[in-house]
C-alpha cells in the first residue's frame, strides 16, 4: 500500500500561492503549476519549440532546483493589449533530468501546498511539517463554499451548511483562488486518504472554536 500511495502522489500537481520566479536557458520564467512529472511556467521571451529542450533553474525556500526540461506545448496566456505590452505566453514542460536535490525539493514544494491550503495547526498535531503561511481564513458560518467534484468536474455552491460534502470540501468564502486551485488539485489527484484528510481539516477551518489563527497555541 505504501509504496503504491507513494507512486500515486508522485504526480500530484498544485498551483503554485506565492509567484515563483526562475529561467529556462536564459529566458525569465514564473512557475504556475509544479509536479514531479513537470511545470507550467509563464513567460513572455522565446522558449525553444515544441520538442526542444531547456534547463530550468528557480529557487524555493532558499533551496536550488535545477533541472533539464523539454517543451510540451505553449499557448497564449495573456495577449498585448497594446503595442508596448508583451504578450504573455504559457508552456508546458516535461521534466528529463533532476539536478542534486532537486527532486526532493520539489516533493517539499507540493506538500507544503497542500497543507498551506489547509490548516496550518492541524497539520503541526498530526506530526506533518509546519507549514509557513496559514491560508485558511476564520470563516463565518453563514459564508460558506462548498466545492463538488462530478463526474470530472468541480461545482461550486454557497451555503450555510457547514457539513463536508460526500465528493468534495466546504471552505470559507473567504479564500484565496489560488489555495481553491491547490485545494482541488490535491482533492482531484490525491487517493482516499489525502481525500479524508482534506475534509477533515477543512471541517475544522470552519468551525467556530477552531478556526482561529494558529500562532498563539504553539508552546
Known sequence: MGHHHRERRKYQRVTIIDPIRGRAGDTRIVLSNVSLNGLHVLHQAELP???GSC???????GQGVE????????????????QFDKTIHQ????????????????????ERHVL??????KANARGLPAVAAQ??????????????FIGGQWQTI????PRQPLNGFTISVGETPASVQTLRDAFAQGDQHARHMIQK?????????????????EP
Open 49 to 51: 519549440r515544441k520538442g
Open 55 to 61: 534547463a530550468v533553474s528557480f529557487e524555493w525556500h
Open 67 to 82: 533541472l533539464e526540461c523539454t517543451v510540451r506545448w505553449t499557448e497564449v496566456h495573456t495577449p498585448a493589449k497594446s
Open 91 to 110: 508552456s508546458g514542460l516535461h521534466v528529463v533530468r533532476f539536478h542534486g536535490e532537486s527532486r526532493e525539493v520539489i516533493r517539499e514544494l507540493i
Open 116 to 121: 498551506r491550503a489547509l490548516d496550518e495547526r
Open 135 to 148: 491560508s485558511f481564513q476564520t470563516g463565518k458560518a453563514d459564508a460558506l463554499v462548498r466545492h463538488e
Open 158 to 161: 454557497e451555503t450555510k451548511d
Open 201 to 217: 481539516m477543512a471541517a475544522m477551518s470552519i468551525s467556530r472554536s477552531e478556526g482561529i489563527p494558529t500562532r498563539r497555541y
